[in-house]
Each structure stands twice: as C-alpha cells, then as structure tokens.
C-alpha cells in the first residue's frame, strides 16, 4: 500500500502496479497484467511473420480473449496515469508529465524492477526524485494504515485483481475468471 501525501510518500506494503489474479481450474493464479500483454502480443507478433503452419500460435493465442487483452491495457495505462497524476498534484508539482514519466519509469513496467511484486522500497523510491517519510512503527499512524492494508488486502485476495481509491474516486477491476 502506498500512501501518496502532498510532499511526501508513505509506504506501507505494495503489490505490483498492475496485476490480476485468474481463477482457473478452481486455482488461483496472480499474473502481472504486464507480462499477460506482452506474452499476447509475442505471440501475436510471431503468428503474423510465420510464413509455415499457423496451428500452433493459433492455439496458444486462443487461451487470450482480445477484449480481455484491451481492458488490461487500458489498466496498465490507468495505474501509470493515476501515479502520475497523484506525483503531479503534490510532490512534482513543479514537474512535467513527461519527467515524472522518466522518473518513475522503473516502476511502470518489470523490464527494469524485475524482483517478485516489484517492490518499491525507500531507497528506490528516493532515487527517482520523491520524498520519503520514514514512520516508526510506535507512531499511531500505523494502526489505521494496518486496518486498512488488512481490509484491502483481504479484499483483493478475495473478491477483485485491483483497488484504487482516493478521497473523491474509487476503480475495482473485478477477478477474472476462466471456464
């Protein structure tokens, strides 16, 4: 969970800015929205430039549904205009769009922060420029932000792949799930 103040950041625990869990075969499965686009595409790619037999990519690409395939771009491209935005009305305020884009570029994909759940820890996180509070875990700031990691993270093991929400806005991308 990442607490994004006016001109500071506070991190509590995070998850990668876009993932999704699949339920399949009554498992379930947590997939980087990411990686799910990227392989699609791959395949793709390799379908259109084969000059052979089809068959093979016609039957991994028919695991993908195109639809499902836009929304989680349309996701990916949400999380990294909501970072932004969040980055632009408090601590970069003075910054350009574009900038904060580089700044934070590491955090927008897993080409560069390649460690499971693509942490985001302080040292990080300062280097692209932001500003970090360190909070001891006496300070009474941590039992609310405890509840409400604990509420959110039950309820995004259970019931949706993502919630963000701020003061005015709330966004769910519900569970998707396989026959």
Known sequence: MIHILKNRLNIV???PIASITIIEDSRKKRFSVFNIVASYRMLFDRATKEKGNL???????SRYDAREIKEFEDAISLSEDIAIKALKTGMMS????AE???KIVKFLSPEQTKAHGRLIDRDDA???????????IDNK?????????IRLNTFVSSQVAKCI???????VA???KKP
């Open 174 to 176: 519900n569970l998707s």
């Open 94 to 97: 003075s910054v350009g769009v």
């Open 13 to 15: 625990k995070n998850r």
């Open 126 to 136: 300062e280097s692209c420029g932001l500003t970090i509070e360190k909070v001891n």
């Open 141 to 149: 700031m941590w039992d609310p932000a405890y509840e409400l990691y």
């Open 55 to 61: 068959q093979p990519y016609l039957q991994q690409l």
């Open 100 to 102: 904060i884009r580089k």
């Open 165 to 171: 929400e701020s003061r005015q806005h709330s966004y």
